[in-house]
């Protein structure tokens, strides 16, 4: 198998791929506070038979760029690498919380195809402004202890995404802007719910931890908007932690 890494840039956007450039697409959009080298570490494994492809968002990654405008302006500048670099199709979708917000997105882009859809995580409401107030109170709060105190954010990011990645992660949290935590916060928790197609609900499963916060809510309104859409839980998990 042929191992690279190369990618495509759009605006401050990158497609970065990695992995066998014979083999299926898989497409991985990272979660809030992390980068494509999350996802890229996490899904090593799986380079020996894929193309793997990330990116990192505005406003997130080892150089951050800008702030993070909103989820339908950077499910734009993706859809327009993947039409450029994949014709517009990909295998297979990993996304995890706000790239699985992205990607809802994502799929208002008609050209685009995927096979299966995978999103962990989803934090996905129509209008939660006491949430949205609530959860970017504490994340500032979080970003000033770690700034203050590197143990302090490695403790914050290890309880999302493992001690592993904690140190490295961390670094960039303190990093992280103001207007990119509450833009973020403002994509998950402000959403026009728009129909879509049978066939691509049927590709689609979320996956949650039974103990996590949008669990209930959020399958709850995709069994009455979105009955095709697959739902897949893991008993007793408070989160994800892929790694």
Not at 22 to 37: K, Q, T, V, Y
Not at 77 to 86: D, H, R
Not at 139 to 161: N, Q, V
Not at 180 to 189: E, F, G, M, P, Y
Request: net charge negative; aromatic share 12%; glycine share 6%.
């Amino acid at each position: 198998y042929n191992l690279w890494g190369s990618g495509r840039e759009i605006g401050n956007m990158k497609l970065i791929q990695q992995g066998n450039k014979e083999g299926r697409s898989l497409l991985l959009l990272p979660p809030m506070f992390s980068d494509a080298s999350y996802l890229f570490n996490a899904f090593a494994p799986l380079e020996k038979d894929y193309t793997l492809l990330s990116l990192d968002y505005d406003g997130y990654g080892t150089e951050v760029k800008g702030d993070f405008p909103s989820a339908n302006k950077e499910a734009e500048e993706i859809a327009s690498l993947l039409m450029k670099k994949e014709n517009g199709h990909v295998d297979f979708v990993y996304a995890a919380s706000l790239g699985a917000r992205i990607f809802m997105d994502l799929i208002k882009e008609k050209r685009l195809s995927f096979d299966r859809i995978l999103l962990d995580g989803l934090c996905l409401y129509e209008d939660e402004e006491e949430a949205r107030k609530y959860l970017s109170d504490w994340f500032l709060k979080e970003r000033e202890k770690a700034r203050s105190s590197f143990r302090e954010g490695k403790k914050f990011l290890s309880s999302f995404y493992g001690e592993k990645e904690a140190p490295r992660l961390a670094d960039l949290f303190m990093k992280t802007s103001e207007k990119t935590i509450k833009n973020s916060l403002v994509a998950c928790t402000s959403y026009t719910f728009k129909e879509i197609d049978k066939s691509l609900q049927e590709k689609m499963t979320l996956l949650y931890g039974e103990k996590e916060d949008d669990y209930l809510p959020v399958t709850k309104t995709f069994e009455e908007r979105y009955p095709f859409v697959k739902v897949d839980v893991i008993k007793q998990a408070i989160c994800i932690v892929i790694n």
